[in-house]
């Protein structure tokens, strides 16, 4: 449950003296008593080729859940664009990123968004492993750098994703997997990579999941 939130102390020690949250883009809302949905963002790809509809949210529940998003969109030609993101595994209090991808040219010229959560109590054949993970994070001028560690003896899928800001403004939202082996990182070892932003940012969210099965 704590392991996150250490990840945005090494965020804050690097560059800020506060952390805060950002401009509300609110859309919709699901009545799911175990997801709070703190923020929602539209967040363009670098070369405006897709629009990404952002949740962040938190597991308000005392248990770790699955969850999936059902993200909705006006089309152009008058039908609903859909699209679906599921986490398998997220721990009691712990903070998390959930998006959908549209194509703008596909979108209706002013569409709105939707998006419907549902979540389950974790299942037997998933569990988290955010307390054998172990991140550490460095800022360079147009990326961030990850590092993912692995203390337990066993492999776990690592995911991470992040929302740039300038100043309040969403920029860009970007993603990656931390593995040494297919989509897993194995137990003992580390695996770093770059999240990227080809504007200029000066803060960030970042959350990641990570599932042992």
Known sequence: MKK??????????????????????SYAASNNNEVTVENTYI?????????????????????????????????????????????????AGQKFILYGSFKQKDLAENPNYLYDITSNKLSS????????IELELNKGDNYLQVTGINNASYKADVSVRAIFFDNEKPISFEWVNLATNGYQLEGGSCNTQDLWCLQNFNNWIITYTAVCK
């Open 43 to 91: 967040i363009p790809d670098c070369v405006n080729h897709s629009n990404r509809y952002v949740i962040l949210a938190i597991n308000n529940s005392s248990f770790p859940i699955e969850v999936t998003a059902i993200f909705k969109a006006n089309g152009k030609d008058g039908d609903e664009l859909q699209c679906t993101d599921t986490i398998e595994a997220i721990e």
């Open 4 to 25: 996150i939130l250490s990840i945005f102390v090494i965020v804050i020690s690097l560059i800020f003296t506060e952390y805060r949250y950002f401009t509300l883009y």
């Open 125 to 132: 054949n998933a569990t988290t492993a955010y307390d054998s």
